[in-house]
């Protein structure tokens, strides 16, 4: 039994494809980035429940905040399918937290806009968020941060033009 698995194991890695330098640096930098958006998930929904939202629900609100986005829109700017934002924001608009609007662009899709409700409940979650917000970011520079977000920023485009381009 032993020596079977060791067999597999050998395949497994005679098989793996070498990567540069460069690519397992990017490697171990995308895993780390997933953990962290698994963590930040969580800690979100922490922040998130005492409003009795969640996460998902939140990045919705906040989005209608800004106003004058449809739901296709709020999709696109959170990097989220329309089809599961557009589940979100029906639930939010059957809780009162937001409401559909008459679009003058597009007949058919709704602007969202966050009512007085989903405000309240909104300013729970970004009151606990800052002090969050600010005890994490007092364990690093604004500048490591600026740059951490740099690179992300410049990962997402690269992503983001590799997915338009069919690749």
Do not use: C
């Not at 599961?84 to 924001?89: D, E, I």
């Amino acid at each position: 039994m032993m020596d079977e698995i060791q067999n597999r194991q050998h395949v497994v890695k005679q098989n793996r494809p070498e990567r540069t330098i460069e690519g397992d640096a990017f490697s171990a930098f995308a895993i780390t980035a997933l953990r962290l958006a698994g963590h930040l998930t969580a800690a979100g929904d922490r922040l998130a429940k005492p409003a009795g939202q969640t996460s998902a629900r939140w990045q919705v609100l906040a989005a209608a905040r800004r106003g004058g986005m449809s739901v296709a829109q709020i999709a696109r700017a959170l990097g989220l399918a329309r089809q599961g934002v557009q589940r979100l924001a029906d639930v939010l608009e059957s809780e009162g937290l937001i409401a559909y609007a008459d679009n003058p662009q597009h007949q058919r899709a709704k602007l969202v806009r966050l009512t007085e409700e989903g405000a309240a409940r909104l300013g729970v979650i970004e009151v606990a968020q800052a002090g969050w917000a600010d005890g994490l970011g007092a364990a690093f520079t604004s500048a490591e941060l600026d740059a951490a977000r740099s690179v992300m920023a410049r990962v997402m485009e690269m992503l983001e033009g590799n997915e338009a381009a069919g690749g």
